[in-house]
């Protein structure tokens, strides 16, 4: 608590240094723009115009001072100016002249884009400042949701000022508690965001109170208050360090509980801690030092530190309770073990893809197949075998490649094609598969069926929007004369004609991987009629489904002249501290209004893929949407020009699919699939649920790949925000919500438990069309974000599947308010790619000897970031035990130096009376850079360090007094070269056969 406290006092400090607040008799105000100074360079006239925002219209002041700000020297003084606000005229020539040194005017500011125009008429070098200013208008005091526990837990409150909706810095606002006898008053000042914090120490009884914040000197008051509540608490939790544990026989892993009981009643309760393996049948060994159960009478955590052995090959689960004696309270763990004589695992290879997906008979045609291999094998080879239906091979047609050659569209990531020439003489299917060589083993993907047939074989044009017309009933905008109807596999194409010439249509396109087909119906043209052709189709017991065709949009983006002179949203998601590490090397499908594949940001990572809206081969941007989603996704980077995409070595597959029907939509999600992109990112979508657009999401999952959804755009009066938008309402999709700048849900973002996570979205720089660069915001603009950080993430690891990257990335999010219902959080790329494994719950990708782990909470001692911290200690008990936990990583190429920052706290239970002896346990943090010497960034120790005393931790073997450094920041900047390397901590035993020292690591960071 102190170490928060001056921190804030520290803060606090900075802010009134740099505040630019001024402060009347009365109610305090704000600059809403400036002040700026301006000058008159030249001897003619020149107008200069400004642009600042403002979320609210109201009024304001603008305060002009002649001269310089203050006003002492009379050389600079102008004789003239012109300014006008928003083309409304406030100072003319004629009511200003030299002797005016102060000028203060009402005026209206309106809600978005202010424009200030400023035309100085006097002699070269006068100058005039100019400011705007807003009186305080608002004070909201954020929830309490929790009840607080009594003689345990702090009041941490919390009071955003804004005026006009500006964010106010430099506020005094004053907190009160009520409730609980006299408790002094605290006052704060608001920070950069406009936010004032105050802490009131734990209370010593139970009780229902209020705290009220009021802003210091308004008039008319402005203030708000919340309710809390203080509580007796009981309450018993356990803190399994892993989720689950991969050994090899014979090998050992340790893991760490943490018990923990709040008691804030004064009661004595004893704690019991029991373990069961199933199944018991000795394939795992455990070996702990919990030494037989504990007692206490206030809050207290213990620490139970295990060894588990491999044994027999298999899956085991520790399940682990702790329980209450006195209450007969439990509460339970499971530790999931497996074991097995090797780690290297098998290759998964996933459903196969085709391009096209049918062919005419006797017409030999080339045919690309590509299948995505996951595991940490790779296999020797993959080939390709034509099979029958029950997946019986008939031939081999030879190998596919993950080489960059022969259709493979990127080398090394993980997708292996090949491009044959087929020929069938006959209508009907043929039926493939991939099949992977490891160990003498045989591993084959699911196969494919390649359609064979006269008809069409991708959707008829969509491209004429002209005669669309409205559901009523949906809102949806409908193609008049068409449907969809999707058959079951075994139906012939004969059959097929046979019901659709039945039904008066005829069949004017494809999609032969769902057997889905487009008709026209020229009799139709109504909704009415259009319904009742699907009831007529649907009594056909061939027909799997049949539906109207719809209009598929993008998502609208609103065009914003941004007072962000840079990309904000890399800088959010920390992808600058990523791109040290790691950069992405996927095959991103961009399936949108097209792509300007000749943009120079864009030229040399985009593959020209297809229309499916106007049925080409030219897949150019339409419109500007597509390029600026493709140019955040992957846009070339380090390269001095325009804009950094967040995955800077991946390619962009260009199609278009957006603004057309749902069966062109569909047949683009699928072509983006077939031709290899692991990611697909789709920035639009439709109200309804078009069951061929489910359907194309469910076999896109089936072939292993990840498909990021946005979740869609309220309209411009802020409805249909809890509209559901599809695919991103679909399980298998990725759904991306919108996030402000700081972290709040974007205006125009829908929302909804449907949604997955979220991106900033608002007022983004990206590529635009014809070699421009433009800010535009909408879910549009978050989802390409997730899609390119799924890029660098899935890059580092290639055998990982598309489930687990997008759980890693929800894992490492930035929690977000759970009532915003964007998703689980906002994304955090250098969590996701360095730091994240601390929030998974695991150390599967770090190094560990001794007892590593990672905890919610040691006692009071908490995380500085995110829910978990990482754990080593030197337990179980033995002389001489390190604890190290180890990673390794890859420095960039071009990255010349390297700063890491941590913070770490040293716990140990040599304080205070082993302090100064031989007892010297040690805690060393170094890093091995590329080709460099080994880099001591920090050293602590027993005797050398300074300590104090933390209650309610109980080490095992010891005492029970404990010390601890506090949370502190490390720091070092080392010279780097391109290459692997190496970032170790170590902690050591001094020699005394007990538990002695703990280090906890918490939120390590490259800037």
């Known amino acids: 608590m102190n170490l928060i406290i001056r921190k804030f006092f520290y803060l606090l400090c900075v802010i009134n240094f740099f505040s630019s607040v001024t402060v009347l008799a009365v109610t305090p105000t704000i600059n809403i723009y400036g002040t700026e100074i301006f000058t008159r360079s030249t001897t003619k006239p020149v107008t200069e115009k400004r642009s600042f925002e403002v979320p609210k219209t109201g009024s304001a002041k603008l305060i002009m001072k002649n001269g310089t700000p203050n006003m002492l020297l009379n050389s600079d003084l102008i004789s003239s100016a012109i300014i006008t606000l928003n083309g409304k005229n406030l100072l003319l020539p004629s009511n200003y002249n030299q002797n005016v040194k102060l000028v203060e005017l009402p005026v209206t500011v309106i809600n978005g884009k202010n424009t200030l125009t400023v035309q100085l008429r006097s002699k070269v070098n006068g100058k005039i400042s100019i400011q705007i200013s807003a009186p305080v208008d608002a004070i909201n005091l954020k929830s309490i949701p929790d009840p607080l526990r009594v003689g345990v837990d702090s009041l941490s409150c919390e009071a955003s000022v804004t005026a006009l909706g500006v964010p106010a810095n430099g506020i005094a606002v004053s907190f009160e508690v009520t409730g609980f006898g006299i408790i002094p008053s605290v006052q704060s000042q608001t920070n950069l965001s406009g936010i004032a914090q105050a802490t009131f120490d734990k209370f010593m009884t139970s009780g229902i109170g209020a705290v009220s914040a009021t802003v210091v000197g308004s008039e008319p008051l402005l203030n708000d208050s919340e309710v809390f509540e203080v509580k007796n608490f009981l309450q018993l939790t356990l803190d399994q360090g892993l989720n689950s544990m991969e050994l090899e026989a014979g090998q050992t892993q340790y893991v760490a509980y943490a018990i923990n009981l709040s008691n804030t009643n004064g009661n004595t309760y004893h704690v019991t801690f029991n373990q069961t393996i199933l199944p018991d049948n000795g394939g795992i060994e455990t070996f702990n030092d919990y030494m037989g159960g504990w007692e206490t009478t206030t809050d207290q955590t213990w620490v139970v530190n295990e060894a588990v052995i491999g044994g027999t090959p298999g899956q085991f689960k520790i399940m682990t309770t702790v329980g209450i004696v006195e209450t007969g309270d439990i509460v339970s763990s499971e530790l999931v073990v497996n074991v097995s004589n090797s780690t290297e695992g098998i290759p998964k290879l996933w459903k196969l893809g085709a391009d096209p997906s049918g062919m005419s008979p006797n017409t030999p045609t080339e045919i690309t197949f590509s299948v995505l291999v996951t595991g940490i094998t790779i ?333 869609g755009n309220r309209n411009s009066f802020g409805l249909h925000g809890n509209t559901k938008q599809y695919p991103g309402d679909y399980d298998e999709a990725f759904c991306v919500g919108n996030t402000t700048n700081d972290d709040k849900k974007a205006f125009m973002s829908r929302y909804g438990t449907w949604v997955d996570i979220a991106a900033p979205g608002e007022g983004i720089l990206s590529t635009v069309l014809n070699n421009g660069y433009d800010t535009k915001s909408g879910t549009s603009m978050a989802s390409p974000l997730v899609a390119g950080a799924a890029a660098v993430v899935w890059s580092m690891h290639p055998s990982w599947t598309a489930a687990k990257v997008r759980e890693r990335l929800e894992k490492t999010a930035k929690p977000l308010d759970a009532s915003l219902q964007i998703g689980v959080g906002r994304i955090d790329l250098f969590n996701a790619v360095f730091n994240g494994n601390f929030e998974m719950g695991d150390l599967s990708e770090w190094s560990a000897t001794g007892t590593c782990s990672v905890l919610e909470s040691l006692g009071p001692l908490k995380p500085t970031e995110g829910k978990r911290m990482a754990y080593c200690s030197t337990g179980p008990a033995g002389d001489q035990v390190a604890a190290t936990l180890q990673k390794n990583f890859t420095i960039q190429p071009g990255v010349t130096s390297f700063l890491i920052k941590f913070d770490y706290n040293f716990v140990t239970e040599e304080y205070p009376e082993w302090v100064g002896t031989i007892y010297n346990d040690t805690l060393t943090i170094k890093l091995t850079p590329p080709g460099g010497e080994v880099a001591y960034i920090w050293v602590e120790s027993v005797n050398k360090s300074s300590f104090s005393s933390v209650s309610g931790i109980d080490f095992p073997g010891g005492d029970n007094t404990v010390g601890q450094t506090g949370w502190r920041t490390g720091e070092a900047t080392i010279p780097v070269t391109d290459g692997a390397g190496n970032y170790k901590i170590n902690i050591t035993d001094a020699g005394d056969d007990i538990y002695d020292s703990v280090i906890l690591i918490d939120n390590i960071r490259l800037k």
Request: net charge negative; glycine share 8%; with cysteine.
């Open 379 to 711: 296999p020797s080879t993959v080939r390709l075998e034509q099979v029958d239906q029950n997946n019986n091979p008939i031939s081999s047609l030879g190998e596919l490649n993950d080489n960059g050659e022969n259709g493979d569209l990127l080398p090394n990531d993980g997708v292996y094609s090949g491009t044959f020439i087929i020929t069938a003489e006959s209508k009907g299917k043929l039926y493939y598969q991939a099949v992977a060589d490891y160990n003498e083993h045989e591993y084959p993907s699911d196969s494919t069926a390649l359609t064979i047939t006269d008809l069409p074989i991708v959707p008829a044009p969509s491209d004429n929007t002209t005669d669309l017309i409205v559901d009523e009933t949906t809102g949806e905008s409908i193609y008049p004369n068409k449907l969809l109807i999707a058959f079951y596999e075994t139906v012939t194409e004969e059959r097929i004609l046979e019901i659709v010439t039945a039904g008066g249509g005829m069949v004017i396109g494809s999609i032969p991987e769902l057997d889905a087909y487009e008709i026209s119906l020229p009799s139709a043209g109504s909704i009415v009629l259009l319904q009742n052709a699907i009831q007529f189709f649907q009594s056909f017991a061939e027909v799997k489904y049949a539906e109207k065709s719809g209009y598929v949009e993008i998502d609208a983006f609103t065009p914003d002249d941004s007072r962000f002179n840079s990309q904000k949203n890399m800088i959010i998601i920390r992808a600058d501290e990523a791109w040290v590490l790691a950069k992405g090397w996927k095959l991103i499908g961009v399936v949108d209004s097209g792509v300007d594949y000749n943009h120079e940001d864009l030229k040399s990572k985009t593959v020209k893929g297809k229309d499916f809206v106007s049925n080409d081969d030219d897949p150019m941007d339409t419109n500007s949407h597509g390029t600026h989603v493709a140019g955040i996704a992957a846009a070339s980077s380090n390269n001095s020009k325009g804009v950094a995409g967040v995955s800077w070595d991946s390619k962009i597959l260009a199609i278009r699919g957006l603004q057309g029907s749902a069966a062109a939509l569909a047949k683009a999600m699928l072509y983006a699939s077939e031709k290899g992109c692991t990611i697909i990112n789709v920035s639009g979508g439709t109200e309804t649920d078009y069951q061929v657009i489910r359907e194309a999401t469910k076999t896109i999952a089936s072939s292993g790949k990840l498909l990021c959804a946005a979740a």
